[in-house]
């Protein structure tokens, strides 16, 4: 038996939020003490094979945690600690922001996923800037840069300007968050022209990498105009993909009904999907994520064409193992499809 098998009714019995703030405050507490040394112990799993390199940064295991998990970067080391290899932290805000009323977050246990609406509640950019550079992290960290609540369109591009340079130090690659469907005025950052002023301010400050976050709602030509700016801009690589407000048929969760963005087992397939389409559009890596749940699916959206997985949704139905059970089962995969590597497998099936 596993300890997730006992810990999980308990934090099921609790609201999301609170059981996700529970989780975090003990991950807080542990870091840096003999327990999280124990979780290395336990949960890393150190092969050559599982080794990426993507924008100039190396990652030991191609496994990450995906933005929102750790908003105000509390808990790098601690994520270290339980296998992956990299983190995404914030969305940050410029200043800080409370987010929308609870509750805002919502398990759809029969579904396997959750909504939330959080809209980007975080500590603001100066002090996630100043924690992240005071951190040393044993692995790559990637800031996740979102729009302030009131910046309207025009204003955003000084807006993301700012934020970035509060973290720039401590971040490895930097994150454009343009699809966040739970905050004002998004929507109208995604198109050609808000983006191309968005990249080039961010770009003018040094920003680099830099990736951009897509949204799985966006319709197919924005999303390859959007990669035109990739290749034209020269940014570093794509994440595909955010949460969706669609609802797809066939949910039973009675939950299924609450505002926000969906994630988790029933966005897996049109996050694989879209990972695809952005693959065979562009040649900078792509970050898959959405619904990766096991190393069936990390595979899946590695041979899709992405180089790097994260999740979030996935280690709240999974529990504290997830990282460690993919590498593994990542290598068994490598093994039985006869790849020598994580990078042989990338794209096989574009
Ligand atoms: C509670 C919660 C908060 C999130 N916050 C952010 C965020 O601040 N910025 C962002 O780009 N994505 C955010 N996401 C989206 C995740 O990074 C990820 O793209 C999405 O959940 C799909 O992955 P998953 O199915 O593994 O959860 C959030 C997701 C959840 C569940």
Known sequence: MRLYDIAKPV?????????????????????????????????????????VSAFGQSFDNPVGVAAGFDKNATIPNALASMGFGFVEVGGVTAEPQTGNARPRMFRLREDGGLINRMGLNNEGAAAVGERLAATDVPFPVGVNIAKSEHVGTDAAPADYRETYEQVAEGGDFFVVNVSCPNSQGFEELQNRAALTAIFEELRDAGASPLLVKLSPDLPDPAVEDTLELVTELDLDGVVATNTTTDRPEGLRSPNASEAGGLSGKPIEDR?????????????????????????????????????????????VYEGPSLARDSNEGLLELLERDGFDSVEDAVGVDL
Do not use: C, N, W
């Open 271 to 315: 996050a694989t999907r879209m990972v695809r389409f952005v693959a065979e559009r562009v040649d900078v890596p792509v970050i898959g994520v959405g619904g990766v749940s096991s190393a069936e699916g990390a595979y899946r959206k590695i041979r899709a064409g992405a180089s790097l997985v994260q999740l979030y949704t996935g280690l």
């Open 11 to 51: 934090l099921f019995s609790l609201p999301a939020e609170t059981a996700h703030s529970a989780v975090h405050g003990l991950l807080e507490t542990a870091q840096g003490t003999p327990v999280t040394t124990a979780m290395a112990r336990r949960y890393t799993v150190s092969d050559d094979r599982l080794a």
